[in-house]
């Protein structure tokens, strides 16, 4: 639920004429941004299959996150939580601060991004480039309850996308992720893809995916690629987990140390468990693929689309899958895409990319 709004920002919230102009630049915004590509990959040894990537890093913020930023603002203004000058707070590894900072400069709201400390320094860059204050704290676990903090002792509101993401979504449609990828497909060889493939930090866009498949009676299925260190995965097996201790994944955006009021497990038919060293390898690769560097939680998808390939290869199945390009690579310079930092933290891609190159061969 919306937490820390003071008494005196709820009369702010009365303005309607104030609240009426926040809606059309949320409107206008939208109408104004082009949709984003959905991109064949072709595979090798693989025949009748075809994968596809949507190319979230071409939103005006660079992931998407923008999708969700947007809809989460919405949502708050017309549940009368936003007005004049309040402070919007938000717990994120980055990429959704990076969105909200930017709708929160375009309303004219001040705005602060609680991260962890091992956020990408080119995040934190980014955050701050759209007017955001940024918040570090040294346990990512204590995100949440330090927004909350700040948001009650600034008379301000925790957006709290952990809770909001899968409700403030329209699943059934308005131009959402599923409704696009499956539009996109309609002159494609397999417009109803076998897989939809996707990871899950709040659980809104497997939410979001995984009902609008069933809304439209699609038999497409839904597999949610999860850093091993996540506890969704482990949660979707045994329901009675609910929280994992220990070292969290490297990979910004996805998985999570507790289960999250927005995953909806009822509505996934599959997940896989990605080692951080195998999506770092993916992502890798994938960005000598493409010609340009994709984010890390990109190869947690892909490690797991090429787990679903197999399957299909070998029981001599054909079909679509589809996955997303969460964000630009260029956000994780620092940190995956440097030598330095993968060996400081262990990470030896040596040896390791056999698949990646049987299935996605590099042209010479």
């Not at 299959?49 to 992931?63: N, Q, V």
Request: charged residues 20%.
């Amino acid at each position: 639920m919306f937490e820390s709004v003071a008494p005196g920002s709820l009369n702010a919230t009365s303005d309607r004429a104030w609240n009426a102009q926040a809606v059309a630049k949320l409107a206008a915004e939208q109408n104004r941004s082009a949709d984003t590509h959905l991109l064949e990959v072709p595979l090798a040894h693989a025949p009748g299959i075809r994968l596809y990537f949507k190319d979230e890093s071409s939103h005006p913020t660079g992931s998407l996150k923008h999708r969700l930023a947007r809809s989460l603002f919405l949502y708050a203004l017309c549940n009368g939580r936003i007005g004049p000058g309040t402070t919007v707070v938000e717990a994120s590894s980055g990429s959704t601060a990076v969105s909200e900072a930017y709708f929160a400069r375009l309303l004219g709201l001040p705005f602060v991004a609680v991260l962890p400390a091992s956020t990408s320094p080119e995040k934190i860059a980014a955050i701050r480039h759209h007017g955001g204050r940024c918040h570090k704290v040294d346990d990512p676990r204590t995100v949440y309850a330090e927004a909350e903090r700040i948001a009650r002792e600034s008379g301000g509101l925790y957006l709290d996308q952990f809770t909001h993401a899968e409700r403030a979504t329209d699943w059934r449609g308005n131009n959402n992720i599923a409704e696009s990828i499956f539009a996109q497909l309609a002159h494609e060889p397999d417009p109803i893809p076998r897989w939809i493939v996707c990871g899950a930090g709040t659980g809104g866009t497997s939410a979001t995916i995984g009902r609008f498949i069933r809304y439209r009676r699609h038999a497409t299925q839904l597999c949610v690629a999860d850093p091993e260190r996540s506890v969704f995965h482990r949660h979707f097996a045994d329901p009675s987990i609910t929280e994992v201790s220990g070292p969290v994944s490297c990979i910004e955006g996805i998985g999570r140390p507790r289960v999250e009021p927005s995953f909806v497990p009822g509505v996934i038919d599959r997940m896989i468990a990605v080692p951080d060293t195998a999506s770092l390898t993916a992502t890798r690769h994938l960005s000598r693929v493409l010609g340009r560097r994709c984010g890390p939680s990109t190869g947690t998808n892909l490690h797991a689309c090429l787990d679903l390939i197999e399957e299909m290869v070998a029981a001599g199945e054909t079909g679509a899958i589809v996955t997303l390009l969460c964000d630009d690579g260029d956000r994780y310079a620092s940190t995956c895409f440097d030598d330095g930092w993968m060996e400081a933290h262990g990470h030896c891609l040596k040896g390791k990319t056999d698949r990646l190159a049987h299935f996605l061969p590099l042209q010479a």
